[in-house]
């Protein structure tokens, strides 16, 4: 008869759900970016929105199946482990991902940052939408450009568009000074408290 010690127990969902996690992250360019945080409860967020009422965004579990085939790990075969695994992993990093979206949603509508392409992507929608956007300084005072988030489709789309005219790199070198100056006034207004 096997001993099953509450110890190894913990210890194996512990390195399943960092083996499904770190799989996740892996195979997701948005979620690689990410660190996860334990808390000993689910934690929601409220954003204030553009007539400073509060917008809560709720939380949202998220988790993942896994199916061990004890007869598999009696005989040593790992490949329907590693299956699961991955099956495991893609089914998180789909609902975390999901998650991501929906706040990301939730928070673009509640502070009027939000530009609507009808599907199409052009120059003009990707300016209104950087120009929308609070740009930040890094440590060193230089300006952090916004990361866009857009559905792998519309990313195909972004590559599609023509070079830049010379016009069109003045009006984005002009943004880009202008946000500049406004996230060093940002700054020069912050005080300690």
């Known amino acids: 008869m096997p001993l099953l010690l509450p110890e190894y127990d913990s210890a194996y969902a512990l390195f399943l759900d960092e083996s499904v996690h770190e799989v996740a992250k892996a195979s997701s360019p948005l ?4 660190t996860v945080e334990y808390t000993g409860g689910p934690v929601g967020s409220v954003v204030k929105d553009r007539e400073g009422m509060d917008v809560d965004l709720g939380t949202k579990e998220v988790g993942f199946g896994f199916t061990l085939n004890v007869p598999a790990v009696r005989d040593g075969d790992l490949s329907n482990f590693l299956l699961q695994v991955g099956n495991a ?3 998180l990093g789909k609902a975390l991902v999901g998650g991501m979206v929906e706040v990301l949603d939730k928070v673009t509508d509640a ?14 929608v990707i300016y209104e ?3 929308k956007i609070e740009w930040s300084l890094d440590d060193d005072g230089s300006l952090i450009k916004p990361t ?6 519309m990313a195909e789309k ?9 016009e069109q790199k003045e009006k984005l070198a002009a943004l880009e000074a202008r946000k500049r100056e406004e996230a060093h006034a940002r700054r020069r207004t912050r005080r300690i408290s």
């Open 31 to 34: 979620l690689s970016g990410l």
């Open 89 to 91: 992993s893609e089914e």
């Open 111 to 124: 502070t009027g940052n939000v530009v609507k392409g009808q599907g199409e992507i052009n120059f003009d």
């Open 129 to 131: 939408a950087l120009e």
């Open 148 to 153: 866009m988030v857009m559905h792998p489709d």
């Open 158 to 166: 972004l590559g599609d568009l023509p070079d830049l005219t010379e």
